[in-house]
Antibody
Framework: QVQLVQSGAEVKKPGASVKVSCKAS????????MHWVRQAPGQGLEWMGI????????SYAQKLQGRVSMTSDTATSTVYMELSSLTSEDTAVYYC???????????????WGQGTLVTVSS | DIQMTQSPSSVSASVGDRVTITCRAS??????LAWYQQKPGKAPKLLIY???SLQSGVPSRFSGSGSGTDFTLTISSLQPEDFATYYC????????FGQGTKVEIK
């Protein structure tokens, strides 16, 4: 079955960077775009960006431009999200989520990872 | 960016009740609208896509309607496992979510 398994929880100091992984199984990674979505404690969902694992094309939410980077490793069917210059406002659960189809601009998320808690604290 | 506004932010209901949640987009999004259910400590789960299509495996008591800017999620007869938070998501360009609606036990 289609499954996305993310790396474990992280604790980082302000100003540091964090890299979260998302390993896909049950389908061919390069056949679907992947998104990242985050959720601060007690808050709603925030879309962060999208990556095409085939070729690495990315598009990021304007709010995170310059701080976020999404990459992929097709050999291991894994996508990564790295966020730099962390502040307490980046404390959140980070999810990878598979795009439903083949359109860059239109769609939703049909499969989600289990989430990775990133805590930013001094 | 397209803003999504959900209402109400919370609703108290009993098992067997009919529950309706609305979502309004700041500009027309045709039918590029999805609904998700999220339980505490869990990832969101896709319920409805393309405004009214039921995701495989989702009970038929869930239904969606609307197009353009106004959309509705209806739970026809609330079950104990339906107490959760529900989010709408627009899929017309850069994705974005509504702020969520918490369905609580009355």
């Amino acid at each position: 079955q289609v499954q996305l398994v993310q790396s474990g929880a992280e604790v980082k100091k302000p100003g540091a960077s964090v890299k979260v992984s998302c390993k896909a199984s049950g389908y061919i990674l390069t056949n679907y775009f992947m998104h990242w979505v985050r959720q601060a404690p007690g808050q709603g969902l925030e879309w962060m960006g999208i990556i095409n694992p085939s070729g690495g094309l990315t598009s990021y939410a304007q709010k995170l431009q310059g701080r976020v980077s999404m990459t992929s490793d097709t050999a291991t069917s894994t996508v990564y999200m790295e966020l730099s210059s962390l502040t307490s406002e980046d404390t959140a659960v980070y999810y990878c989520a598979r795009d439903w189809g083949s359109s860059w601009y239109y769609g939703w998320f049909d499969t989600w990872g289990q989430g990775t808690l990133v805590t930013v604290s001094s | 960016d397209i803003q999504m506004t959900q209402s109400p932010s919370s609703v108290s209901a009993s098992v067997g009740d009919r529950v309706t949640i609305t979502c309004r987009a700041s500009q027309g999004i045709y039918n590029w609208l999805a609904w998700y259910q999220q339980k505490p400590g869990k990832a969101p789960k896709l319920l409805i896509y393309a405004a009214s299509s039921l995701q495989s495996g989702v009970p038929s008591r869930f239904s969606g309607s609307g197009s353009g800017t106004d959309f509705t999620l209806t739970i026809s007869s609330l079950q104990p496992e339906d107490f959760a938070t529900y989010y709408c998501q627009q899929g017309n360009g850069f994705r974005s979510f509504g702020q969520g609606t918490k369905v609580e036990i009355k």
